[in-house]
């Protein structure tokens, strides 16, 4: 082999093995240490100066490269902040100025990674709040010959809201389970077709109902009404407010 010849494979080498060093560095190396509470402050503030962050409450690993961060604004609201590990740095890819319940899908179509996250306002005096997953009864032909009925779903689970205002909760085992299940039977079913397609476990719902110290359903006057900001890739549903007469 000529000398041009060797340099030219050391030089593809090289470039390979650069090429791996980078996809291991942005992509695949572990998460390094959070960011201070005064740096995710500044960074907060940074990105959207609406939400006035003032104190970090907690840092909450969802997983190794998913964090939920509650704080206090300089005008006492109640927030969240998401983080994510993306290219070898921790981004603030959601702001939300109220800490309003939501549910976060760390994967679209993947139950089991599921979080139910919540920083309510200290001034709604909430003691507990009740999250359900429900599905409501139904019937349906399909293709004219096969007919189908749904039985009424209700789950429900209670979080204690009086010691701490926030928190993450990952959805129960028994939710994940009916959830995948539903999932898989839906996707199934459906047409194959370009022009049609059912969002995949449409009719499950996530709801809540929150309770105040005499156990009396109360409103979340204090952490309604807010803004948010996004600016990643972060999947954010709506948790329903629900009522007695919505449940059985």
């Known amino acids: 082999m000529t000398m041009k010849k060797k340099l030219f494979t050391s030089g593809i080498v090289l470039a390979v093995m650069l090429l791996l060093f980078l996809v291991y560095w942005y992509y695949l190396a572990k998460p390094g240490s959070l960011p201070t509470n005064e740096e995710l402050i500044a960074e907060i503030n940074e990105i959207y100066p609406q939400a006035r962050a003032d104190v970090i409450q907690d840092t909450i690993s969802i997983d190794e490269k ?5 704080f206090v604004s300089t005008n006492e609201e109640y927030g969240l902040s998401y983080l994510v590990w993306e290219k070898h740095k921790w981004k ?3 702001i939300d100025t109220k800490g309003y319940p939501m549910l976060w899908k760390i994967e679209k179509n993947n ?27 139904g019937f ?26 926030y928190g993450a909760m990952a959805l129960p ?36 109902i929150p309770y105040d110290k005499n156990d009396k359903i109360t409103e979340l006057e204090g952490s309604i009404n807010g803004s948010s900001y996004t600016i990643g890739d972060i999947q954010l549903d709506f ?5 007695e007469e919505d449940l059985e």
């Not at 998913?66 to 509650?70: E, R, Y």
């Not at 139910?116 to 999250?131: A, E, G, H, K, R």
């Not at 299940?181 to 709801?207: D, H, T």
């Not at 948790?239 to 009522?243: A, D, G, N, Q, T």
């Open 66 to 70: 998913h964090v939920l961060v509650p």
């Open 239 to 243: 948790v329903l407010h629900l009522y």
């Open 92 to 94: 603030v890819v959601n």
């Open 140 to 165: 349906r032909i399909s293709y004219g010959t096969e007919h189908y009925y749904y039985p009424k779903v209700q789950m429900v689970q209670r979080v204690n809201a009086q010691e701490k205002t």
């Open 173 to 208: 085992d028994e939710w994940q389970s009916f959830m995948s299940s539903l999932m898989k039977v839906e996707e199934a079913s459906q047409p194959q077709s370009l022009f049609y397609e059912m969002p995949i476990g449409q009719s499950i719902r996530i709801g809540f």
């Open 111 to 137: 139950p089991d990674s599921y979080y139910l996250v919540w920083n309510i306002q200290p001034s709604d005096q909430l003691q507990y709040i009740d999250f359900y997953m429900t599905r409501d009864r």
